[in-house]
């Protein structure tokens, strides 16, 4: 993922007023991963990027 999809995937979670601890556990995994990959300290791996894709894809369909 881009910085600017990192930005948006940030946002989404702010607006649906969804956690994300509530992210990390929903894709299994924990919320310090979750943070450091949305702050660009870290790597995950294409599953779990493809995981938090869905999640994401979910939010906005609510």
Do not use: H, P
Request: with cysteine; net charge positive.
């Amino acid at each position: 993922m881009s910085d600017e999809e990192k930005l948006l995937v940030f946002l989404k979670f702010k607006k649906a007023g969804v956690t994300s601890k509530q992210i990390a556990k929903e894709i299994g995994i924990s919320t310090s991963l979750l943070s450091q990959y949305l702050n660009n300290n870290c790597e995950m791996s294409r599953s779990n990027i493809e995981k938090l894709k869905s999640a994401i894809a979910e939010l906005e369909n609510k």
